[in-house]
């Protein structure tokens, strides 16, 4: 039998097996990248009555006895409130108080605002404030306890007045006390909450303290004007990178502590604006002040060596972009009493030859820093160990990842370290609480961890608690101006700066009042489209 | 008898409906043109970033740690720069060759390890059986249920990030792959004559194993062993990115690409060039895996 010519047995040929595995593996492709296509434009945007707030680093609690950064004063703030506030211009503002006098050198009367109430109904009372006072002393490892040169205690004059007394004249309690969030005397507990209820614009529906995503809703019994939006949801987005993408396309409406390159991709971008302020919180790289004696870093003229070493100027300009100015002092110069006390110099030669002619020529320092206590902490750091390189000095880097266990290594219980990656804020806008905070230790505090990085000079601790009990305000700026410049002699930081704050936001968001602080008011924020 | 070939064998001619187009894309032609093109294109990607890296301290590159800040996010091709530079003005090449160096050691060091417990473990399961198979198997089904990064993040969390931790972490995480496949070869092999045999001349157990069978396994399992150094290096590389990875400023490939995606939009070299580096290596590796794989199962095809 001829077989048939090929042509013809090709013409009537059926789709083989292969191509019709083809056939299918084509469709199938196309079915599963099709919704891909859905990709391409804002994904995840929140709704028209809902504000979502991107943070860089995990709120783990609505209360701030352990944890305040400039966001997280921001959240904080919108569920419980102090007495006082910071406002702008830095100005004290009355919060659950109408009035907050000094009517002796030790007293300061005060009088609970009528009708101010938490988010349940009850009402704010007198014993709420006492129990808080009590409940900030008790608790270890808080640097809000350090900002106060002492604990007042509560005298109740009425239902709704009472008096705060100190042993010596504390003349910024006021400012001070903007700190201390007022919470129910029954549900506080000498450690961060976790619950529980404030009296503050916002109300709390969901938490994951863990995931350091919140939601907020307006608190319909709220006490003062209504806030404007309806839902505010808080969200922990480590990456810089995430969050920027996040913010162009609308899944996050406000970003803060952005690093000045983000800020750069930002600016000018349609539908996103820009805020910035000069900053009140000082960033250092603040040296281990428990050290034994004899050990080079416990001599201030080996620190003083070490701080020629580092190129500031270029750290400035270069890393962080012009966001931030190098200090000139001990505090940021934008706090009321902040005095320049010197700068830093460059001046690596110098380094080198004042460290061999102290004996310290063979140095090994250890860098430790919480990854996002500052912008572009990493490059700073590493440009740091490159600078270090230079003069001979060998460092090596240990980064903790956000929750880890930096506050142990800070208290000197996790291991030994040399220097530590670190941002003080100015909670009150006064120099002197940021001062008492970092450079008032006493041996007492030590002893129970609670101070700055070990930062014990009793000298220091005498002026600054001098000044701070000088009711005079001329004398009292006068005491601290020497204070500072006698801390600066001391050369606690091989640097420092203060950083700028960068804030983005989407043009939907209005009237967002950036506060010298860092923070901003959540109740009057609006939303629009 | 158009449309008939003619095969000539042993000087007879044969017509045949098989064409010599027919013969081409027969699937055992096309599986041995695949597994030829797949061993020598994974050859080239692999020895594209092997060798550079291998030959890092020798090329004339600045130091993978000398900053120049003024001559920082230089873009590709600039003076002096072929990758251009990273935030902090350091030489992008040299970074992704001296932070290879770290990943591939830490890869090869983890795959090795990760072989030999394997190989160990899976060939005393499959040969001995009974209490010690179910030991190996139920451990390494227990291992494989867990998550894996997860895994390696706990025990790097626990002991910390160092390059020794993370590679015996990585070497531990790797282990069931190899042990499975060599307890299934050796199941096939203890039943093979020449085992009976070697037991028939009073060979002890282990001395079977060791000199017989192992040697007769170690070559398909050794395949696996290539192909999780592909996933060892992309293990590395997620925890670097996740900072989980050895300390600043190692430069590992993770670690620059975690740190130039702040820069994504501005300076796109950061990412991408590591990230292709990255890629060119894994699907080199898999690449060359697949085809001595391939080419291994044909010789045996033929000798059987």
């Known amino acids: 039998m001829t077989p048939p010519p090929q042509s013809a047995f090709t013409e009537y040929e059926s789709p083989s097996r292969r191509t ?35 943070l860089n680093r995990s709120l783990v609690s609505l209360d701030n006895k352990l944890n305040q950064f400039d966001a997280a004063i921001t959240v904080q703030r919108a569920v419980r409130q102090a007495l006082t ?85 504390v003349p910024v309690l006021d400012r001070l006390m903007a700190n201390i969030h007022i919470t129910p005397a029954a549900a506080n507990r000498p450690e961060e909450l976790q619950s ?43 990456e810089e990178a995430s969050r920027v993408i996040a913010l162009r396309s609308g899944e996050l409406d406000v970003v803060d502590t952005l690093t000045p390159d983000s800020a750069e991709q930002l600016t000018g971008l349609p539908g996103v604006t820009v805020q910035e302020t000069s900053g009140v919180r000082i960033c250092q790289l603040f040296f281990n002040f428990r050290k034994p004696e004899g050990h080079p870093l416990a001599d201030p003229r080996v620190r003083r060596a070490l701080t020629y070493a580092i190129d500031g100027d270029s ?65 700073v750091m590493e440009a740091v160990v490159d600078m270090f390189q230079d003069i001979g000095v060998r460092a090596r880097l240990q980064q903790f990842q956000p929750g880890g266990d930096i506050l142990k290594w800070r208290q000197g219980r996790g291991g030994d370290w040399d220097v530590i990656g670190n941002g003080f804020p100015g909670t009150t806008g006064q120099a002197l609480t940021s001062l008492q905070g970092m450079y008032g230790g006493t041996a007492a505090k030590e ?42 002699d001391t050369w606690p930081s091989l640097w420092a700066f203060a950083p700028k704050t960068l804030l983005a936001h989407r043009d939907r968001v209005h009237d967002l009042g950036l506060l010298t602080l860092g923070s901003y008011d959540l109740s009057p924020v609006r939303l629009e489209g | 008898m158009s449309g008939t070939t003619v095969l000539a064998t042993e000087g007879t001619e044969r017509p045949s409906q098989v064409t010599a187009r027919d013969l081409a894309r027969a699937t055992a032609t096309r599986t041995r043109r695949s597994a030829h093109v797949k061993l020598w294109a994974g050859a080239v990607c692999t020895a594209l970033v092997v060798v ?8 004339p590159l600045p130091g993978a740690n000398a900053q120049d800040l003024s001559r920082r996010r230089l873009p590709p091709l600039s003076e002096g720069h072929l990758l251009g530079t990273d935030q902090l003005g350091r030489d992008l090449l040299s970074r992704i060759l001296h932070g290879g160096q770290v990943s591939l050691s830490v890869g090869v060091l983890a795959v090795l390890v990760s072989g030999l417990i394997g190989i160990a473990a899976g060939a005393a399961a499959g040969f001995f059986g009974g209490w010690i198979d179910a030991v190996v198997s139920r451990f390494l089904e227990a291992q494989l249920a867990l998550p894996l990064l997860m895994m390696l993040l706990l025990v790097v969390a626990l002991f910390g990030p160092s390059v ?9 995480a790797q282990w069931p792959e190899v042990a499975r496949l060599t307890r299934s070869l050796v199941l096939v092999e203890r039943e093979k004559p020449y085992v009976a045999a070697a037991r028939v001349l009073g060979l002890r157990a282990w001395q079977v194993l060791l000199r017989h069978v192992i040697p007769n396994v170690v070559r398909p399992a050794s395949l696996v062993v290539l192909l999780l150094l592909a996933q060892a290096v992309l293990l590395e590389s997620a925890l670097s990115f996740l900072g989980a990875g050895p300390q600043r400023p190692f430069a590992t490939w993770g670690r620059i690409i975690s740190d130039g995606q702040a820069y994504i939009t501005t300076s796109w070299w950061l990412v991408t060039l590591p990230g292709l580096v990255i890629a060119l290596l894994v699907v080199g590796v898999n690449l060359l895996g697949d085809g001595l794989r391939d080419r291994t199962r044909r010789r045996k095809g033929a000798g059987a």
């Not at chain 1, 988010?119 to 002393?137: I, Q």
């Not at chain 1, 995931?211 to 709220?222: D, F």
């Not at chain 1, 110098?350 to 020529?361: C, M, Q, R, T, W």
């Open chain 1, 447 to 488: 002893r129970t961890r609670d101070t700055y990085m070990g930062y014990v000079i009793p000298r220091i601790e005498r002026q600054l608690s001098d000044a701070a009990t000088e009711v005079d305000a001329t004398e009292r700026n006068k005491k601290l101006a020497a204070v500072q410049h006698a801390i600066w």
């Open chain 1, 196 to 238: 529980g209820v404030g009296s503050g614009p916002y109300r709390v529906v969901k938490a994951n303290s863990g995931a350091g995503e919140y939601t907020l809703a307006r608190n319909t019994r709220y006490w003062g004007p209504r806030p404007h939006v309806d839902t505010v949801r808080v969200r922990f987005v480590p």
């Open chain 2, 52 to 59: 550079p890296v291998a030959l890092a301290n020798l090329l």
């Open chain 2, 164 to 172: 020794t931790v993370i590679t015996c972490v990585i070497a531990v």
């Open chain 1, 85 to 169: 506030r910071i406002g702008p211009r830095m100005k004290v503002q009355r919060v659950l108080a109408d009035r907050f006098e000094m009517t002796e050198p030790t007293a300061w009367t005060v009088r609970l605002r009528e009708g101010v109430h938490y988010s349940d109904g009850s009402p704010v009372t007198v014993e709420d404030v006492a129990t808080a006072l009590r409940m900030y002393a008790k608790v270890n490892g808080s640097f809000i306890l350090g900002l106060f040169p002492e604990l007042p205690t509560v005298e109740p004059t009425g239902e709704r007045t009472f008096r705060l007394r100190t042993e010596r004249p």
């Open chain 1, 20 to 54: 019709l595995l083809r056939g299918f593996a084509l469709g199938g492709a196309g079915l599963a990248l099709g919704p891909l296509t859905a990709c391409a434009g804002p994904t995840g945007a929140p709704g028209p009555g809902t504000l979502t707030l991107g």
């Open chain 1, 315 to 379: 750290l400035i300009r270069d890393v962080l972009t012009d966001s931030a100015d190098q200090a000139e002092g001990v505090v940021p110069l934008a706090l009321e009493g902040a005095v320049r006390t010197g700068s830093y110099t460059y001046d690596p030669a110098k380094a080198k030859s004042l460290l061999k002619s102290l004996g310290a020529d063979d140095l090994r320092i250890k860098i430790i820093w919480e990854s996002g206590e500052f912008a572009a902490d990493s490059s």
